[in-house]
C-alpha cells in the first residue's frame, strides 16, 4: 500500500490545476480578503465637521465647548470648522465635509448620508444631548451633588471610550474574521475535487489508467483505500498551511486551542474528499455534471456559511436552522465560532459530531457504489 500512495502522490503532484485550486487558491482568496477588510476597523479617516453658530446664550456656547473639547482629545477622529450656513450647506453637497452642527439652544445636525462617519457625528450629538438631561434631573432634584456630577461628566468628556467586539468569554475578536472561518471551510470542501479525481481514476471505462489499474493484481478496495489516505493527509496539509498562513504570517485569532482546530479541519477533509469519491463514483454520469455537482454543492455550502454574505448564515439560523445543522460549510465554520466567540464545548462537540456523521455517510455511499461496479470486458 506505501507504494500504491507514494506513486498516487507523484501522480497528484503532476496535476497542476487540482493542486491549485486545493492549495494556492485558497491562501490567494485568504490574502485578498485580508487586504479587503482585514484590519477595516482601523480605517476610519478623519470626519470634517462645519460648525454653524445661531445663537449666542450660553446654553448654545456650551455645546461650542463640548465640540472644542472633543477636537482637541480625538484630534485624529474629527475636525471642525465654523462657517456660515450657505457655505457649510454648498460643502456638504459637494461631499467636502460630513455633517454640521449648528450651534443653538437646542443644537442640531445635518448630515447628507447614513455611513460610519454620519454616526459617529450623531452619537456625539446625542451624548451631548444625555448628559445634558442628566445634568438637568440632578439641578431640580438633588443640586448638592452638581459639582461631583460635573466632574464625572467633564472627565468622560475628555476621555475617548469605544465600543469593543469581543466574545462571550470577553476576549476581543474581529467582526470579520467570520469570512475566514468560511474560507477554511470552502477549502476543506475543495478536498472533494482530489477525491473525484482519485475516484475516476479507478474507472475503466472512462480513463486507460482506470483499466490499468483495473487489471493489476492488487484488489480495487485496497487502491480505493489508498487513494483516500493519501488524498485526505494531502487536503489536510493544505488546510494546515493555509492555518499557517492565516495565524503566522496575516496574525488572525483562529482560537488558542490547537487540538481542537486540527480536529475541525481533519473532520472537514473526511467530508470533502468523501464526497468527492462518491459522486466521482456514479458511473452513469458525464464527467462535466460530475464536476458541475461538486462545484454546486462546495460552493453552495460555502456561501450559505458566509463566506459571501456574512449575515445570511445568521438568517438561515433565524428562519431555517436545520439547513445550518446539514451544511457541512456551516457545521465547519461554526465549530471555529464555538471556540473562539460563543466558547461552546457542547456546541462545538455538536458541530464535530454531525460533520463526522456526513463523513461516514459519504463513505458508506461511496463503497457501495465502487462494490457493485462490474465490466464485461477491458
Known amino acids: 500500500m506505501i507504494q500504491l500512495m507514494k506513486y498516487r502522490f507523484l501522480s497528484l503532484l503532476?496535476?497542476?490545476?487540482?493542486?491549485?485550486?486545493?492549495?494556492?487558491?485558497?491562501?490567494?482568496?485568504?490574502?485578498?480578503?485580508?487586504?479587503?477588510?482585514?484590519?477595516?476597523?482601523?480605517?476610519?479617516?478623519?470626519?470634517?465637521?462645519?460648525?454653524?453658530?445661531?445663537d449666542e446664550s450660553r446654553q448654545a456656547k456650551t455645546f461650542q465647548t463640548f465640540l472644542g473639547d472633543i477636537e482637541e482629545e480625538a484630534e485624529d477622529l474629527i475636525k471642525t470648522e465654523e462657517m456660515t450656513d450657505k457655505k457649510a450647506k454648498s460643502l456638504l453637497k459637494d461631499g467636502k465635509i460630513c455633517g454640521i452642527f449648528y450651534i443653538d439652544k437646542e443644537p442640531e445636525l445635518l448630515v447628507a448620508g447614513t455611513g460610519v462617519e454620519e454616526s459617529v457625528l450623531q452619537s456625539f450629538l446625542e451624548s451631548y444631548q444625555g448628559g445634558l438631561e442628566i445634568v438637568q434631573n440632578v439641578s431640580r432634584e438633588k443640586p448638592e451633588n452638581l459639582p461631583e456630577l460635573m466632574k464625572h461628566l467633564s472627565g468622560s468628556a475628555m476621555q475617548a471610550e469605544y465600543v469593543k467586539e469581543a466574545s462571550l468569554g470577553g476576549k476581543e475578536t474581529d467582526g470579520m474574521i467570520q469570512y475566514f472561518?468560511?474560507?477554511?471551510?470552502?477549502?476543506?470542501?475543495?478536498?472533494?475535487?482530489?477525491?473525484?479525481?482519485?475516484?475516476?481514476?479507478?474507472?475503466?471505462?472512462?480513463y486507460p489508467v482506470g483499466a490499468r489499474r483495473c487489471l493489476g493484481a492488487t484488489g480495487k478496495m485496497k487502491i480505493i483505500l489508498s487513494d483516500f489516505i493519501l488524498i485526505c493527509v494531502i487536503n489536510f496539509v493544505d488546510i494546515l498551511v493555509l492555518l499557517g498562513y492565516m495565524t503566522g504570517v496575516l496574525k488572525l485569532d483562529l482560537g488558542d486551542d490547537i487540538g481542537k482546530i486540527i480536529l475541525v479541519s481533519f473532520v472537514g477533509c473526511l467530508i470533502g474528499v468523501a464526497m468527492g469519491m462518491l459522486v466521482g463514483s456514479v458511473g452513469k454520469w458525464k464527467e462535466g455534471t460530475k464536476i458541475a455537482i461538486l462545484?454546486?454543492?462546495?460552493?453552495?455550502?460555502?456561501?450559505?456559511?458566509?463566506?459571501m454574505v456574512g449575515g445570511i448564515k445568521g438568517l438561515i439560523e433565524e428562519y431555517c436552522p436545520i439547513i445550518n445543522r446539514i451544511n457541512p460549510s456551516a457545521l465547519i465554520s461554526d465549530a471555529f465560532y464555538s471556540m473562539t466567540i460563543y466558547e461552546d464545548a457542547s456546541r462545538y462537540t455538536r458541530d464535530v459530531l454531525s460533520m463526522a456523521v456526513w463523513a461516514v455517510i459519504f463513505l458508506i455511499g461511496n463503497f457501495f457504489m465502487v462494490r457493485r461496479v462490474r465490466y464485461d470486458s477491458i
Not at 462545484?295 to 463566506?307: C, D, E, R
Request: hydrophobic share 55%; proline share 1%.
Open 181 to 206: 472561518f468560511s474560507l477554511i471551510a470552502m477549502t476543506c470542501m475543495f478536498g472533494c475535487f482530489l477525491g473525484f479525481e482519485a475516484s475516476m481514476m479507478i474507472q475503466a471505462n472512462i
Open 295 to 307: 462545484l454546486a454543492v462546495s460552493l453552495g455550502s460555502s456561501f450559505l456559511s458566509g463566506l
Open 14 to 54: 503532476r496535476d497542476r490545476t487540482t493542486m491549485f485550486w486545493s492549495l494556492l487558491f485558497p491562501l490567494i482568496l485568504c490574502t485578498l480578503f485580508y487586504v479587503t477588510f482585514g484590519n477595516i476597523d482601523t480605517n476610519l479617516e478623519c470626519i470634517d465637521t462645519a460648525v454653524v453658530v445661531r
